[in-house]
């Protein structure tokens, strides 16, 4: 059973990562975005794993964890959003989601 303040963290996230078009423009100031293996060390890339969680359709896997962990929280990529997603408090509320599904799981 979901706790409510799960459903809030992902209805949130749902609502912010629809807005999202996939452009890329985040991604130009992003410090993160090759210091990891794959594009999900980016704004861009984390944005869709966000989706992905709240949607159902991933899990928390190590390299998903990483993923958020590794965000600065600089708001870099929010001064290039054309949609204006609010990329940190996406990440945040992934992460808090991530120490929720880990309470259920102890």
């Known amino acids: 059973m979901q706790s409510n303040g799960a459903e809030a963290l992902r209805a949130y996230i749902r609502a912010e990562t629809s807005k999202c078009m996939f452009c890329g ?9 090759y210091h990891g293996p794959h594009r999900g060390y980016g704004p861009r890339g984390r944005v869709n794993l966000a989706r992905l969680i709240a949607r159902g359709e991933a899990s928390f896997t190590s390299d998903v964890v990483e993923s958020m962990y590794s965000c600065l929280l600089c708001k870099a990529c929010h001064l290039k959003c054309p949609g204006g997603i609010d990329i940190v408090g996406v ?3 992934t992460r808090s989601l991530y120490v929720l599904s880990q309470e259920v799981s102890a």
Request: hydrophobic fraction near 50%; charge should be neutral.
């Open 91 to 93: 990440v945040r509320a």
């Open 25 to 33: 423009f985040c991604e130009a100031l992003c410090p993160t975005l």
